[in-house]
Each structure stands twice: as structure tokens, then as C-alpha cells.
């Protein structure tokens, strides 16, 4: 008989964590019609990540499975579409242990109508629910990756501009949305929820003018 390559009791613990983290996700608006992914990782090798095509509103349990981190299933279940964006962080970053992928409004009007290849937060108290940020006088810039549907490709971009020393909490999609990580999935929602309030708050600074 085959043991499992992950402790069976970590990944109901993820799992648990993953669907209630659909839950609030959903309900804020940032999850809908299906889309976003969300991540826990395992082991040095495995994370448990949302299977591909999930109501977020409606997760479960069983809609949780396990990939290695090339992005193979590890067992039964499609693993999200996107797959390839999470496992990059766990190869790139022993210490990342959450990824959570989301498609608010905000994120998609602010890099749909302003061409730029990237966005700055600056000033702001809640830049402090970033990990290792301690002050509102600092400055966040989050880069804009033109959208594909070539994972593999995307995912190759994504770990060229961290070559080049950018992305450090989070990173935008053109049209699609946003990707953020951390230590666990506490920090990682903190971070996610202050990203997605204030990239809110840049919008309708930018409408007023
Ligand atoms: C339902 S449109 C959104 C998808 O194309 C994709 O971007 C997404 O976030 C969800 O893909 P999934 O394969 O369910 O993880
Ligand atoms: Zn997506």
C-alpha cells in the first residue's frame, strides 16, 4: 500500500480552511460566477488548492484537492486553471504558505482603463496589514501583467519580474485580477482584504479626480 506523499490531517485542516475562506470571499463580491483560486500549502512539495470550475459562494470540502508543485494532481479532481500561478510561489518562496486569487470590480476597471504596467498604493494605514510593512509613509507598487490564458507563459512572466526584484506582496492581472500570498492564510486574507479595499479606494479617488 501507497502512503500518501502529505499528512491526511493537514489537508482536511486546509480544506476547511479553503472552503470557509470561499465563504467570505464570495460574499464580499471578490469571487463571483465561479472565478478565483486559493491555495494552502502542505508540505515542501504539495499544496492543497480549490479544484477548477468551484462556485465560491458554495465550496466544500471536497472541492479541495492536492497538487504537487509542478502542478500535478496528486490523486483525483481538475485542479484550477490557474494552478501554475500558486505552485510558482511555493517553488519561488519556501516561506509562502497561502495564495488567494481574486476578480473584484476594482482590480479589473483600474487595470482595464488605465494602460499602465503597474499601480502604486501609497500613504495609506491599511498598507500596515501587508506583511512587513510598520508605516503609512511607504509606498506599494503592484505590477500589471497583461492577461493570457497560457498559464505556463503568464506564470514565466511572473517569476522574470520577481527576478528583477518586483511583486513583493501581490501582483495585478489586466482584466482578470488579483494575486496575493504570505505565510499562512490569516496573514494572506489580512493582506487580500486590505489590497482589495483600497485598490476600491483608488478607484473612486481616480473618478473624482
Ligand atoms: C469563471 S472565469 C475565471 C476563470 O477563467 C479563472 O480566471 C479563475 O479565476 C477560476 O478558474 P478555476 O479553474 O476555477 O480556478
Ligand atoms: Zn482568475
Known amino acids: 500500500m501507497s502512503q500518501r506523499?502529505?499528512?491526511?490531517?493537514?489537508?482536511?485542516?486546509?480544506?476547511?480552511?479553503?472552503a470557509a475562506t470561499g465563504h467570505r470571499l464570495y460574499q464580499q463580491g471578490w469571487s463571483p460566477a465561479t472565478s478565483s483560486n486559493y491555495s494552502i500549502r502542505l508540505n515542501a512539495g504539495h499544496a492543497a488548492i480549490t479544484c477548477s470550475g468551484k462556485d465560491k459562494g458554495l465550496l466544500e470540502e471536497t472541492d479541495i484537492m492536492?497538487?504537487?508543485?509542478?502542478g500535478q494532481p496528486v490523486g483525483d479532481g481538475k485542479p484550477s486553471a490557474e494552478t501554475l500561478l500558486h505552485t510558482q510561489l511555493y517553488r519561488r518562496y519556501d516561506e509562502v504558505g497561502a495564495v488567494l486569487h481574486t476578480h473584484s470590480h476594482a482590480t479589473t476597471v483600474?487595470?482595464?482603463?488605465?494602460?499602465?504596467?503597474?499601480?502604486?498604493?501609497?500613504?495609506?494605514?491599511?498598507?500596515?496589514?501587508?506583511?512587513?510593512?510598520?508605516?503609512?509613509?511607504?509606498?506599494?507598487?503592484?505590477?500589471v501583467f497583461d492577461n493570457t490564458q497560457d498559464i505556463a507563459e503568464l506564470s514565466a512572466r511572473v517569476d522574470q519580474a520577481m527576478d528583477q526584484g518586483l511583486a513583493h506582496h501581490a501582483y495585478l492581472i489586466r482584466g482578470h485580477g488579483l494575486y496575493t500570498w504570505a505565510a499562512d492564510m490569516a496573514t494572506c486574507y489580512r493582506q487580500l482584504e486590505a489590497l482589495e479595499t483600497l485598490l476600491a479606494i483608488e478607484l473612486d479617488r481616480r473618478r473624482l479626480g
Open 110 to 143: 483600474l487595470t482595464m482603463h488605465w494602460p499602465a504596467d503597474h499601480l502604486t498604493l501609497e500613504g495609506y494605514e491599511l498598507l500596515k496589514a501587508l506583511e512587513g510593512i510598520t508605516t503609512h509613509d511607504t509606498r506599494v507598487t503592484l505590477p
Open 66 to 70: 492536492v497538487v504537487d508543485l509542478q
Open 5 to 18: 506523499p502529505y499528512s491526511i490531517a493537514a489537508f482536511r485542516e486546509a480544506a476547511r480552511t479553503l
